[in-house]
């Protein structure tokens, strides 16, 4: 229950947070991969509030939405919280690389990429001697 009622939390602050997005520059952010610091960063003063972290992800959701793109597992996304290593209300551009980096560590274990017997496992098996 709990989960369902994060999830619906979550929710409701990104898609409540498509009526301020508005107020974000006109920069189009990246379909996919990590957003920099710079463009969390709204009001440029060295840190990423729970509010410019939430705005700037429904912007992109949105920018998906007007193109049309597959929105698969949205209701997945991590919390500011997830990324907020010192639960100080605010982060760091070291605290988003590192979460962002945990995030796509995450997503590649869980596609079967390295480690999980996917390209990765066992791939320089037979490339020895002769082999050139």
Do not use: H, W
């Not at 989960?3 to 952010?29: D, M």
């Not at 605010?90 to 996917?118: D, H, S």
């Amino acid at each position: 229950m709990k989960s369902i009622t994060k999830k619906l939390g979550l929710c409701t602050i990104l898609f409540g947070s498509l009526l301020c997005v508005s107020s974000l520059n006109a920069e189009t952010l990246p379909a996919r991969g990590p957003i920099s610091f710079s463009t969390y960063d709204t009001n440029g003063d060295g840190f990423v509030t729970e509010k410019e972290f939430y705005d700037v992800r429904a912007k992109r959701i949105q920018q998906k939405v007007e193109q049309g793109m597959p929105m698969r597992n949205v209701g997945n996304a991590p919390d500011f919280s997830q990324f907020d290593a010192n639960g100080d209300g605010k982060l760091t551009e070291t605290e988003l690389l590192k979460g962002q980096n945990a995030q796509m560590q995450n997503r590649r274990l869980n596609k079967g990429g390295y480690g999980q017997g996917g390209m990765g496992k066992g791939m320089n098996q037979g490339m020895g001697k002769g082999m050139n």
